[in-house]
């Protein structure tokens, strides 16, 4: 069975960094492509950002030139490189991926950034 394995997830001052991984197992098939949404205590879960299997990448406004997108396609493992972090990025953060046209989510990992 697909599963996707997370970590990097912390407590972290405003203006400090944390990188998120996100491993794919389970499967052999290609990978389409890979995301990181997050969810803040009584809000929507929200997109951060997304790298499809031609590399292009998408970034929520919120968080584009501060957080980084990519993906090492031998290790079958997306990360997340968040810098300059605010106290609004914290959240639950969820990575997910797409194999053989079905969605593949991770159990979520804990960002808390501090004032």
């Given amino acids: 069975q697909v599963q996707l394995v997370e970590s990097g997830g912390g407590l972290v001052q405003a203006g400090g ?3 998120l991984s996100c491993a794919v197992s389970g499967s052999s098939f290609s990978i389409n492509s890979m995301g990181w949404y997050r969810q803040a205590p009584g809000k929507q879960r929200e997109l951060v950002a997304t790298i499809i299997n031609g590399g292009s990448t998408n970034y929520a406004d919120s968080v584009k030139g501060r ?42 990992t804990q960002v808390t950034v501090s004032s």
């Fill in 17 to 19: 960094s944390l990188r």
């Fill in 67 to 108: 957080f980084t997108i990519s993906r090492d396609n031998a290790k079958r493992t997306a990360y997340l490189q968040m810098n300059s972090l605010k106290p609004e990025d914290t959240a639950i953060y969820y990575c997910n991926a797409i194999l053989f046209a079905r969605v593949y989510w991770g159990q979520g």
